[in-house]
């Protein structure tokens, strides 16, 4: 269950980069940043 | 709003490297959790050993935990401690730490495990603003203590169930409870990291065949069941000559007996599964009340509270609060006072013999505070 759980965060990771990159909107691009904190920080087991 | 650039590609890997740097800062922080306080044993610890050693499964994970012994000169009966079944309820701890840096046993032996639940100490709980750590001081220096939480870290159990099903009675609780240890037991040994760190504890007392298990804990003032001991019914007779001598010594406590359709704590499950006499010990900690005001070191460890205060005023709490609060010293006064009767009571009662020595009396540690009591941190 935990390996679906990460599998679905890495995902999550992967699109919400991939949009950030696409973004044209800087204020979007800031909120994106700051949704990925979290998410990375539960990736890699750390909080 | 909206705010468009032409170099929006730019923005964007400027912004990836801020959230790099601040994961990299983050993850320093939470990873600090996982030090544990040093812990200087004294001179009546004679083994010290890990909790696996019980069950093996255990070991490696972030469930294991130190086991201290202080086996008696002369032969006896046995004890076992817990502290730290719930981090955030410090009293406990800090009583096993006294026990584990000061005792001496005269007769019998003495089990200590100040961390019960090591994983819950390498976090805090979610939205509590509460400490990482807090510290005491002693005659040699300042000590830290970690402040934990209530239930095993999310990371090393994760995720959580809807509901959560007690494997050995079908109870149901709220998802969140399953990373409780003091709903977990008597524990599985295939079950989750909590179950398994229970079922650890009860195979330590079948193989040693401990005669008496005290689980500390604190509760917030506001909770009914406070300043009290929740005895197993097979322990009643000696939980209620225990309280006599606490209440002599000034103690204002009271005798609970273990519900019998409340599963999975230690005075219930404990009792039912092992041939211990469980008890388990609540004293009024503000730091993890609802009605507190701001949570950091000083209420920790100096347990005072203005809207306590107030809310005592109102007559909406179980025990009396006024400016004085509930220091911690008191309430580490109060366990360690309430260890030691059950000792006497248990060899009183002609059903052994386990002799505590060498632990400083309730009026003591109120008076001189925890800190008189604690070695010297190492240089």
Redesign the interface.
């Known amino acids: ?2 390996y679906i ?1 990460l599998v679905l965060v890495a995902l999550l990771i992967i699109n919400i ?1 991939w949009n ?2 696409r ?5 979007v ?2 909120d ?2 700051l949704v ?2 979290p998410l ?2 539960r990736l ?4 | ?5 032409k170099h ?2 730019i ?2 890997v400027a ?2 490297a ?2 790099a740097v ?2 990299v800062l ?2 320093q922080q ?2 600090s959790m996982h030090e544990a306080e040093p812990i200087y044993p004294g001179p009546g610890v004679t083994e010290e050993r890990l909790l696996s050693d019980w069950f093996p499964a255990l070991k490696g994970t972030a469930g294991d935990t130190d086991v201290y012994i202080l086996k008696g000169e002369e032969p006896g009966d046995s004890m076992l401690v817990l502290g730290g079944t719930h981090p955030n309820e410090p009293a406990g701890q800090m009583s096993a730490i006294l026990l584990v840096e000061n005792a001496r046993m005269a007769a019998g032996t003495l089990y200590v495990i100040p961390r019960a639940n090591h994983s819950a100490f390498t ?1 805090t709980d979610p939205q509590e603003g509460a400490p990482m750590r807090f510290t005491i001081d002693t005659p040699g220096g300042e000590r830290w203590f970690r402040f934990g939480s209530r239930a095993t870290n999310p ?1 090393h159990q ?2 959580d169930p809807e509901i959560y099903v007690h494997a050995s009675s079908g109870q149901r609780l709220s998802g969140s409870e399953t990373r409780n240890l003091n709903r977990s037991y008597p524990g599985r040994p295939d079950g989750t990291l909590t179950e398994r760190i229970s079922y650890a504890v009860a195979e330590l007392i079948r193989a040693e065949g401990i005669d008496i298990t005290i689980d500390l804990h604190e509760a917030s003032p506001e909770y009914p069941t406070i300043n009290a001991v929740v005895s197993h019914e097979d322990a009643m007779e000696l939980s209620s000559w225990a309280l006599l001598n606490m209440q002599m010594e000034g103690m204002d406590i009271m005798l609970e007996p273990s519900p019998k359709n409340l599963h999975g704590l230690t005075h219930r499950e404990l009792g039912d599964f092992t041939d211990t006499y469980a008890v388990l010990m609540e004293t009024a900690n503000p730091s993890q009340g609802r009605l507190r005001g701001k949570t950091d070191e000083a209420l920790v460890v100096e347990g005072k509270d203005k809207f306590y205060v107030r809310a005592a005023q109102y007559g909406r709490l179980y025990v009396p609060f006024d400016e004085d609060g509930h220091p911690l010293n008191e309430r580490v006064a109060r366990h360690v006072t309430g260890i030691l009767q059950f000792a006497q009571a248990y060899t009183d009662l002609g059903l052994g013999t386990v002799t505590v020595d060498n632990m400083p009396s309730f009026t003591d540690i109120q008076d001189n505070g925890v800190g008189a009591y604690l070695n010297a941190p190492a240089i």
């Open positions: 269950m935990l759980y980069v950030m990159l973004e044209k909107d800087v204020l691009q800031v994106a940043a990925l904190v990375i920080l890699l087991l750390i909080k | 709003m909206q705010l468009h650039s929006h590609r923005w964007a912004l990836l801020v959230t601040l994961c983050l993850a939470f990873l976090c990371v994760w995720p």
